[in-house]
């Protein structure tokens, strides 16, 4: 079972990857939250894939269920700011959100 | 196995799709499908409770709010991707997929799994009785949610 | 009733929007501030005699029937809800006033309400995943809260700050996943129990480090600190006092050390590493904190140091550095939040955050630069205030450990400290009174209150500073102090 899980594994930190890469590059608002997706679809697998490969399938599904539920919640968040932000500015790109320096 | 690698490397492709494709819907209907396969890879995996939330919330209810948003945020005018990071990201993922796949074959050895009983008790069993707090936490966590909409879309009668 | 806690928040924040609509103002803050207020007496009278002879695990029953919700209170969390509540009701009051025009300020007390409800069930949370479910709860609260007033300078604000937290979350989960695929179980026992029995020292490090990665970006440790400069000056005052005050320290400081001292145990090369990453912040950013034009932000980098003088004495590990470290913790709490309320005070007074266009607003605003200068010389480390006792029992607690550089270093940046706030309090306080600040007035009554209740008690604080200890900080450095027996003693679920 242990070959399973690093397999899956291995492919949830690709997943992870590829959604960091999102959030690092992309000049859309609307590809980062593609970005924040992808790597929520990693830790959902991470979770699944790890309850999978120690047959422990209950708990790995009650934590993703909850994991998704708060996904929700930010997907609704995150959307409610960027239209509030497109509103403002008129604008997708986030090369315009630097007014604020770290 | 071999079905396990396809549908995850499915999973994977879908993914990248919807990072680099330069239109939005087209990005948006790459993550639905996506999501449909991890679904469907929860369910091989014994876990039709958490491939049925995937499908219908995330592929379902999220890619809806997805549109949503490209709707309403048309006015923000298409934003032309750098072509640097769709050029740079094979170099991007082979690396990291090397690295990946060293690490992991790495570890293989080395990582000790504690043996333990297998589960006991159905589903609804563990979700309603073991996790309780967990639900407590869901309510909370889609108040909050739902606040923070309310909030964000709250009508001003002034403001100074 | 341990889960009131939880209960009462989350009741009243789901009620209040319906509320709201009968009664705009009234009803809203008299609720809220309610909860605040029963929660804060709860905290400071029963807790105690709850966990006299130990921690408890206490299951809640619901007409009569095990709910299987079971919660575990020993003296780390009771300290933590004290102080969760005590700061929150000070916030709470202080809106009664500061968010008249923001509108809605019934789903404001909501969001409030929802974050309370986020922190004090991380603290009560005797499970990695609930705590990470909690702290999910507070944070969707806190995004909506920091973007209140839809200016675009919030909405900004936000936005980095929830990109950044949902990289730290995926870390934290990633973090939980390998360790419930080594052991089975995601509650503190069954993994610490789980991890005793396996030598799983590079998995556990490589645990850590997420962790550290993860909970360090909510604490705003350096370098992962990035988003807190723009996101507390750009809230509103009250939100940037109580995100500054307790949930940087909540969802960043108090679960990561309770992780790394009641689950992991903590390890020499743990203790190195909190203690060197909190320095750094202490410097860094207390650096950064010196050219600061805007009054808030250079609050903000002022926590970024503070938090790292927490991290610090905890990091140590030995009984006198934690005692320091949560002191600390406490004294911050109470004197940032009250920097940052009376910062909201002097922007609506003068409609500026910029420090050079301000000056000797303290003839017109004796309360607020009084009890301003009280906060400040608090977290500066100046006696009798409760700020100088616990810098002291740090830096005791360091040069006790041999870590001479350590504390040299601690004492150099405390005087790093002392030169920027002197900076604030004289450019915005004393000085010259400008012209176009002749006619401001001092702040509103239930925002006065606030602060001078908080004054008060990091002067209270500091004058029975023996007393405080003793009742409230010992027992909680203690349930720190026992490291993985007080998860395995509490026992799985």
């Given at each position: 079972?242990?070959?399973?899980?690093?397999?899956?594994?291995?492919?949830?930190a690709?997943l992870?990857?590829v959604?960091l890469?999102?959030?690092?590059?992309?000049?859309?608002?609307?590809?980062?939250?593609?970005?924040?997706?992808?790597?929520?679809?990693?830790?959902?697998?991470?979770?699944?894939?790890?309850?999978?490969?120690?047959?422990?399938?209950?708990?790995?599904?009650?934590?993703?269920?909850?994991?998704?539920?708060?996904?929700?919640?930010?997907?609704?968040?995150?959307?409610?700011?960027?239209?509030?932000?497109?509103?403002?500015?008129?604008?997708?790109?986030?090369?315009?959100?630097?007014?604020?320096?770290? | 196995?071999?079905?396990?690698?396809?549908?995850?490397?499915?999973?994977?492709?879908?993914?990248?799709?919807?990072?680099?494709?330069?239109?939005?819907?087209?990005?948006?209907?790459?993550?639905?499908?996506?999501?449909?396969?991890?679904?469907?890879?929860?369910?091989?995996?014994?876990?039709?409770?958490?491939g049925?939330?995937?499908?219908?919330?995330?592929?379902?209810?999220?890619?809806?709010?997805?549109?949503?948003?490209i709707?309403?945020?048309?006015?923000?005018?298409?934003?032309?991707?750098?072509?640097?990071?769709?050029?740079?990201?094979?170099?991007?993922?082979?690396?990291?997929g090397?690295?990946?796949?060293?690490?992991m074959?790495?570890?293989?050895?080395?990582?000790?799994?504690?043996?333990?009983?297998a589960e006991?008790?159905?589903?609804?069993?563990?979700?309603?009785?073991?996790?309780?707090?967990?639900?407590?936490?869901?309510?909370?966590?889609?108040?909050?949610?739902v606040?923070?909409?309310l909030?964000?879309?709250?009508?001003?009668?002034?403001?100074? | 009733?341990?889960?009131?806690?939880?209960?009462?928040?989350?009741?009243v924040?789901?009620?209040?929007?319906?509320?709201?609509?009968?009664?705009?103002?009234?009803?809203?803050?008299?609720?809220?501030?309610?909860?605040?207020?029963?929660?804060?007496?709860?905290?400071?009278?029963?807790?105690?005699?709850?966990?006299?002879?130990?921690?408890?695990?206490?299951?809640?029953?619901?007409?009569?029937?095990?709910?299987?919700?079971a919660?575990?209170?020993?003296g780390?969390?009771?300290f933590?809800?004290?102080?969760?509540?005590l700061i929150?009701?000070?916030?709470?009051?202080?809106?009664?006033?500061?968010?008249?025009?923001?509108?809605?300020?019934?789903?404001?007390y909501?969001?409030?309400?929802?974050?309370?409800?986020?922190?004090?069930?991380?603290?009560?949370?005797?499970?990695?995943?609930?705590?990470?479910?909690?702290?999910?709860?507070?944070?969707?609260?806190?995004?909506?809260?920091?973007?209140?007033?839809?200016?675009?300078?919030?909405?900004?604000?936000?936005?980095?700050?929830?990109?950044?937290?949902?990289?730290?979350?995926?870390?934290?989960?990633i973090?939980?996943?390998?360790?419930?695929?080594?052991?089975?179980?995601?509650?503190?026992?069954?993994?610490?129990?789980?991890?005793?029995?396996?030598?799983s020292?590079?998995?556990?490090?490589?645990?850590?480090?997420l962790?550290?990665?993860?909970?360090?970006?909510?604490a705003?440790?350096?370098?992962?600190?990035?988003?807190l400069?723009?996101?507390?000056?750009?809230?509103?005052a009250?939100?940037?006092?109580?995100?500054?005050?307790?949930?940087?320290?909540?969802?960043?400081?108090?679960a990561?050390?309770?992780?790394?001292?009641?689950?992991?145990?903590?390890?020499?090369?743990?203790?190195?590493?909190?203690?060197?990453?909190?320095?750094?912040s202490i410097?860094?950013?207390?650096?950064?904190?010196?050219?600061?034009?805007?009054?808030?932000?250079?609050?903000?980098?002022?926590s970024?140091?503070?938090?790292?003088y927490?991290?610090?004495?905890?990091?140590?590990?030995?009984?006198l550095?934690?005692?320091?470290?949560?002191?600390?913790?406490?004294?911050?709490?109470?004197a940032?939040?009250?920097?940052?309320?009376?910062?909201?005070?002097?922007q609506?007074?003068?409609?500026?955050?910029?420090?050079?266009?301000?000056?000797?607003l303290?003839?017109?605003?004796?309360?607020?630069?009084?009890?301003?200068?009280?906060?400040?010389?608090?977290?500066?480390?100046?006696?009798?205030?409760?700020?100088?006792?616990?810098?002291?029992?740090?830096?005791?607690?360091?040069?006790?450990?041999?870590?001479?550089t350590?504390?040299?270093?601690?004492v150099?940046?405390?005087?790093?400290?002392?030169?920027?706030?002197?900076?604030?309090?004289?450019?915005?306080?004393?000085?010259?009174?400008?012209?176009?600040?002749?006619n401001?007035?001092?702040?509103?009554?239930?925002?006065?209150?606030?602060?001078v209740?908080?004054?008060?008690?990091?002067?209270g604080?500091g004058?029975f500073?023996?007393?405080?200890?003793?009742?409230?900080?010992?027992?909680?450095?203690?349930?720190?102090?026992?490291?993985?027996?007080?998860?395995?003693?509490?026992?799985?679920?």
């Open positions: 079972m242990i070959e399973n899980w690093f397999l899956i594994l291995g492919f949830s690709a992870l990857a959604g890469y999102a959030l690092l590059t992309m000049r859309n608002v609307i590809k980062l939250f593609i970005g924040f997706e992808v790597i929520s679809k990693g830790v959902s697998l991470a979770l699944v894939g790890t309850g999978f490969a120690r047959s422990h399938v209950l708990l790995a599904q009650s934590l993703v269920i909850t994991f998704i539920v708060v996904e929700v919640s930010i997907v609704a968040t995150a959307l409610a700011l960027i239209i509030n932000i497109v509103r403002k500015t008129n604008s997708l790109d986030v090369r315009k959100l630097t007014k604020l320096r770290g | 196995m071999i079905g396990q690698i396809l549908l995850l490397s499915g999973l994977l492709l879908f993914s990248i799709l919807a990072v680099l494709a330069k239109d939005l819907i087209k990005s948006a209907i790459s993550l639905a499908l996506a999501s449909l396969i991890l679904g469907i890879i929860f369910f091989l995996m014994g876990a039709p409770y958490a049925v939330f995937e499908i219908s919330v995330v592929a379902g209810l999220i890619t809806v709010l997805f549109m949503l948003t709707a309403l945020t048309k006015a923000g005018g298409d934003v032309r991707e750098s072509k640097i990071s769709t050029l740079v990201f094979p170099v991007f993922f082979i690396l990291v090397l690295i990946d796949i060293f690490v074959k790495g570890l293989l050895p080395k990582l000790q799994i504690l043996q333990s009983g006991t008790g159905t589903f609804a069993e563990v979700l309603w009785k073991q996790r309780t707090f967990d639900l407590v936490g869901q309510l909370a966590v889609i108040l909050a949610g606040f923070a909409v909030a964000l879309f709250r009508k001003k009668d002034n403001h100074d | 009733m341990i889960f009131l806690y939880i209960g009462l928040p989350l009741l924040a789901a009620i209040l929007p319906l509320v709201g609509k009968i009664s705009k103002r009234f009803l809203p803050d008299l609720l809220a501030n309610g909860v605040f207020l029963t929660l804060f007496v709860l905290a400071l009278t029963s807790g105690r005699r709850l966990i006299g002879s130990g921690p408890v695990l206490q299951h809640f029953r619901w007409m009569g029937e095990d709910t299987g919700i919660l575990a209170v020993d780390l969390s009771l933590m809800l004290m102080a969760i509540a929150t009701l000070c916030v709470g009051l202080y809106s009664i006033n500061y968010m008249e025009h923001y509108g809605s300020k019934s789903v404001y909501a969001l409030l309400l929802m974050m309370m409800t986020g922190m004090n069930g991380l603290v009560l949370a005797a499970d990695l995943f609930q705590v990470y479910l909690f702290l999910e709860v507070a944070a969707v609260a806190s995004y909506a809260l920091v973007a209140y007033g839809l200016e675009y300078e919030e909405l900004e604000a936000s936005f980095k700050y929830l990109m950044l937290s949902v990289v730290a979350s995926a870390a934290i989960l973090a939980i996943a390998i360790i419930f695929g080594m052991t089975g179980g995601v509650g503190f026992a069954a993994v610490a129990e789980g991890l005793r029995a396996l030598d020292r590079a998995a556990v490090g490589f645990c850590s480090a962790f550290l990665f993860g909970f360090g970006l909510k705003a440790l350096v370098p992962f600190h990035a988003w400069p723009d996101a507390h000056p750009s809230a509103p009250p939100i940037s006092a109580i995100l500054s005050g307790l949930l940087i320290k909540v969802s960043g400081v108090y990561l050390t309770r992780i790394f001292f009641n689950v992991f145990g903590l390890t020499p090369a743990l203790s190195e590493v909190l203690m060197w990453t909190g320095m750094v410097v860094v950013a207390a650096f950064l904190a010196v050219g600061q034009p805007d009054m808030k932000r250079m609050l903000a980098y002022s970024i140091s503070q938090v790292g927490i991290v610090l004495g905890i990091g140590l590990g030995t009984p550095g934690i005692a320091g470290g949560l002191f600390h913790l406490f004294n911050h709490a109470v940032k939040g009250l920097l940052f309320l009376n910062s909201g005070a002097v609506q007074a003068t409609g500026t955050r910029e420090l050079d266009q301000m000056g000797g303290a003839k017109r605003m004796p309360l607020t630069a009084g009890t301003s200068l009280v906060g400040a010389l608090s977290i500066t480390g100046v006696p009798p205030l409760a700020g100088f006792w616990s810098k002291l029992l740090i830096i005791i607690a360091l040069v006790q450990a041999r870590q001479g350590l504390a040299v270093l601690a150099l940046a405390s005087v790093v400290t002392l030169w920027y706030y002197l900076i604030l309090q004289r450019k915005a306080f004393f000085g010259k009174l400008e012209e176009r600040w002749k401001v007035k001092e702040a509103p009554f239930w925002m006065s209150l606030a602060t209740i908080l004054a008060l008690i990091s002067i604080v004058i500073f023996a007393a405080t200890i003793r009742s409230w900080i010992q027992p909680a450095s203690d349930a720190l102090s026992q490291g993985v027996q007080a998860a395995l003693s509490i026992g799985g679920f």
